[in-house]
Nanobody, 121 residues
Framework: QLQLVESGGGLVQPGGSLRLSCAAS????????ISWFRQVPGKERKRVSC????????LYADSVKGRFTISRDNAKNTVYLQMNSLKPEDTAVYYC??????????????WGQGTQVTVSS
């Protein structure tokens, strides 16, 4: 069974850091780009970052550029999202997603269940 499981969410104060993990099972991350999305109630899900499997290239939304870092450990079949200098507006449910191909363009093939990140004092 193909599955993505996120972990690492929680409550953090503004300016703090969290590292989210996305562990894959049933398939190898070697062949697929992985994206991180976030969603707040009443708004559409938006992509914040992506890492390709073909060349390791990354992309970031402007709102997180310079603060978030995406990385992958193929040996552990896991993708990470390091989030630093967190702001209250980063509060959302974060989802990892498997892209249909090795690059970051194109459709999403599957989703994780999401993990809540709350930034508040």
């Amino acid at each position: 069974q193909l599955q993505l499981v996120e972990s690492g969410g929680g409550l953090v104060q503004p300016g703090g850091s969290l590292r989210l993990s996305c562990a894959a099972s049933g398939f190898s991350l070697d062949y697929y780009a992985i994206s991180w999305f976030r969603q707040v109630p009443g708004k559409e899900r938006k992509r914040v970052s992506c890492i390709s499997s073909s060349d390791g290239s990354t992309l970031y939304a402007d709102s997180v550029k310079g603060r978030f870092t995406i990385s992958r450990d193929n040996a552990k079949n896991t993708v990470y999202l390091q989030m630093n200098s967190l702001k209250p507006e980063d509060t959302a449910v974060y989802y990892c997603a498997r892209n249909s191909y090795s690059h970051c363009s194109g459709s999403i093939a599957s989703w994780g269940q999401g993990t809540q990140v709350t930034v508040s004092s």
